[in-house]
């Protein structure tokens, strides 16, 4: 779930695709555009995104 940090509205990475749809770079854009406000909310890089997957399987581990 992506958060908007300025509704709060809480949305899926699907949810945002279909307010990109009309813009001419949604197809190399590094934002999610929040369903509710409009807002763009930046994309986290991958790096990041695999930090976190590597934490929590090393939680799932120590467990």
Known sequence: ???CSFCGHEFTEEQSVAGCVSCPMHK???KY???NCG???LKEPKLIKV????GKKGAEIRN
């Open 51 to 54: 930090l976190k997957k590597w």
């Open 39 to 41: 807002y763009e909310v």
């Open 28 to 30: 190399s854009c590094n």
């Open 1 to 3: 779930m992506i958060k």
């Open 33 to 35: 555009k929040c369903p």
